[in-house]
């Protein structure tokens, strides 16, 4: 075998020195030599590989690039396509959000004139049912003492009837703002003993004259409450009037109130049991009770007069308390509505017995105090008029706001002690009548006592009201009891 070194040009020396290594090398070492180097892999770099395989490379790379672009190129194709969506998506949208926003707009609108048909409705049909229940209250006070029984008779219908449709109006007109969501609970003190007392009186000469036994126990701890006291006793007038009406004569109705245990700290839960032997109920009507409009049997088949809205505001207002009403009843043996509410306990010092006392008797202080009556209406004005100069006091009537004002700041002070306004008069309402009067710079004149006594009978017309700075909120149709226990109270806290 032949073998040879190659060296650099100059190298002369090197070279010399390796060919006479090779010839004094033996033979089979050289051999040996030579196939170690023959299986020793040849390291080729990277560069190397490129210049030997220059077109592959290229052809590689190349193809590599446009894969890259053309993902690249799709991407963008995919974004451009998902922002032209996203567009048309953010424009669908705007156009859904300004049509919801329209719909919005209207419903408000809608609302808002239903409200005001609702508050002039109730207006409207007040008014002119204050002359007819106060008229007829004033004929009752000039036919005592008088034997004129048909007479009587004939005028306590009517104002049956008047009360009838009072009570159908203000259902009808509850389950519109309850509907409309504008009822709101308005929190205030009571004792429930008070309660019981008030719904006796309501009741009680109505169960005599039907020869019905009515009968209440009472067991409570907590007595004294802050509640919704108006929802509350309107709760239970709608269901003792239906005990009334539906139970036949020697039946009877019983009330049991129970306090029941409250786990929340501050409050008490009340139970109250409302029990008739009256003609009952069908199992499917029990199903639709609390349906708006419904009733077992019409009124030209059981002759008794309803709406059908009685048990639907009872079981909203339940609701609206946070309670809960169950009924049971069997068909001719008679019923029972079990309500159930949670009240905050209040501290006995919202109460004082001796202030109430005298709310209720000492009335006798009225006598002789000067009333101005702001009043448009003229039948009103009479009806008014004649109720307080019964009970002793001194009227002088204006017609609209404007010259209630004008009388006021004309007239010396002291010349009135209090002022019964109107809310809805021409010219002037009673709301800027009373801020013109609170603007005063005689002061004297400026806290005269003001009172509200207006159809605007809502719960936000009362506090309206107080807000506009009037003392007191006396409802119409007027009832006397009211309007002069009213009157009293503000007297006393002069």
């Known amino acids: 075998m032949e073998a040879c070194f190659a060296v650099r040009d100059g190298e002369g020396t090197l070279l010399s020195i390796l060919n006479k290594t090779l010839k004094v090398m033996p ?26 395989n220059m ?48 719909a919005l707009k209207k419903a408000e609108a809608a609302s808002l004139a239903k409200t005001c048909f609702l508050n002039n409705m109730s207006h409207d049909i007040r008014t002119p049912m204050n002359a007819i229940l106060g008229y007829a209250q004033l004929m009752e006070d000039e036919l005592k003492g008088k034997d004129l029984p048909e007479t009587s008779e004939h005028l306590e219908k009517l104002q049956q009837s008047g009360n009838l449709l009072l009570s159908i109006i203000n259902n009808v007109l509850d389950m519109a703002r309850i509907e ?32 019905l036994a009515l009968h209440y126990t009472i067991n409570v701890e907590h007595e004294h409450i802050l509640t919704d006291t108006t929802k509350v006793k309107e709760i239970f007038v709608n269901i003792l009037s239906n005990a009334i009406k539906y139970t036949p004569s020697g039946g009877s109705v019983t009330i049991n109130v129970d306090e029941l245990i409250c786990d929340e700290p501050g409050y008490m839960i009340v139970r109250t049991r409302v029990s008739d032997t009256g003609i009952g109920m069908s199992q499917d009507y029990q199903t639709k009770i609390f349906d708006a409009f419904t009733r077992e049997r019409n009124t030209t088949m059981s002759k008794i007069t309803g709406s059908g809205l009685g048990m639907p505001i009872v079981k909203k207002y ?7 009403i169950d009924v049971k009843s069997e068909f001719g043996k008679g019923s029972t509505f079990t309500v159930t509410l949670k009240h905050r306990i209040a501290d006995e010092g919202y109460y004082t017995e001796k202030h109430v006392e005298e709310l209720e008797t000492d009335s006798g202080i009225l006598e002789g105090r000067n009333i101005l009556l702001a009043e448009d209406n003229d039948l009103n004005a009479e009806i008014a008029e ?109």
Request: net charge negative; charged share 30%; glycine share 4%.
């Open 180 to 211: 409309s969501g504008r009822m709101e609970i308005d929190e205030n003190y009571a004792r429930i003993e008070n309660i019981r007392q008030t719904l006796f009186e309501i009741f009680d000469d109505e169960a005599k004259k039907k020869n």
């Open 55 to 102: 077109i592959a490379f290229f052809v590689a790379a190349g193809f590599f690039a446009l894969s890259i672009i053309s993902i690249i190129l799709v991407l963008l194709r995919k974004a451009r396509k998902a922002e032209s969506v996203a567009k048309l998506a953010a424009n669908d949208t705007k156009k859904l959000n300004d049509k919801l926003e329209n």
């Open 318 to 324: 339940v609701d609206l308390l946070g309670g809960t």
């Open 386 to 494: 004649a109720i307080l100069e019964r009970a002793g006091l001194k009227i002088e009537r204006v017609e609209d706001g404007i010259q209630c004002v004008n009388q006021i700041m004309e007239m010396p002070a002291g010349t009135y002690d209090m002022i019964l306004m109107d809310i809805q008069m021409p010219k002037m309402d009673g709301y800027k009548a009373t801020q013109a009067i609170r603007n005063l710079p005689d002061k004297d004149k400026a806290c005269i006592p003001i009172i509200a006594m207006t159809a605007n009978a809502f719960e936000e017309d009362k506090r309206d009201a107080i807000e506009a700075g009037m003392n007191g909120h006396v409802a119409k149709p007027i009832q006397v009891d009211k309007l002069l226990s009213t009157l009293v109270e503000i007297t006393m806290k002069q």
């Open 27 to 52: 033979s089979d070492m050289l051999t040996s030599a030579l196939a170690i180097y023959d299986s020793t892999a040849d390291k080729v770099t990277f560069w190397d590989f490129v210049k030997d």
